[in-house]
């Protein structure tokens, strides 16, 4: 199963439009979005507009990839998870958020080998294409490492 997910605070109609077209060209029938408060009803994938928690762990649970804003809840719980991620970025030049952060936070992911990222709406749909080729990252832990917590430390004994 695909998941998509746009977060609970804004929609993001640019991905779950590209997405639920995709989806009915390919007729796959295993994609699953969140969309959040949206006038956008898919026609082709299942979707809620929110989840509760417990639904969404079990979303991504069940997932085999995860499709999504670059919002870092998600993204932290896919590593977590060991799940594929492909990334889209809201853009604030879009106005679909107010400012580049989530662009940014893609950018370095990216070239940390963390995850994979669409720029735009055609490397979406190329990316989509080839979904099944996606590979889980390495697994994160869901702990501060030994050097952050040092640093830590250290910085509040100084304090």
Request: charged share 25%.
């Amino acid at each position: 199963m695909i998941f998509v997910t746009v977060g609970s605070e804004l929609p993001f109609d640019r991905l779950v439009r590209v997405v639920d077209q995709w989806a009915g060209e390919n007729r796959r029938t295993d994609v699953f979005a969140q969309i959040a408060e949206t006038s956008l009803k898919p026609s082709f994938i299942a979707y809620k507009q929110f989840l509760e928690p417990a639904e969404f762990s079990e979303r991504l649970a069940a997932a085999s990839v995860i499709v999504s804003h670059a919002g870092m809840g998600t993204i932290l719980s896919a590593l977590r998870s060991e799940k594929p991620i492909l990334v889209m970025p809201r853009r604030a030049t879009l106005r679909e958020v107010r400012n580049e952060h989530q662009l940014a936070t893609a950018e370095r992911l990216a070239a940390m080998g963390r995850i994979t990222v669409a720029l735009d709406e055609t490397e979406l749909r190329a990316t989509l294409d080839r979904i099944g080729e996606l590979k889980p990252k390495e697994k994160i832990s869901p702990y501060a490492g030994p050097e952050l917590v040092a640093a830590l430390r250290d910085f509040i004994a100084q304090r």
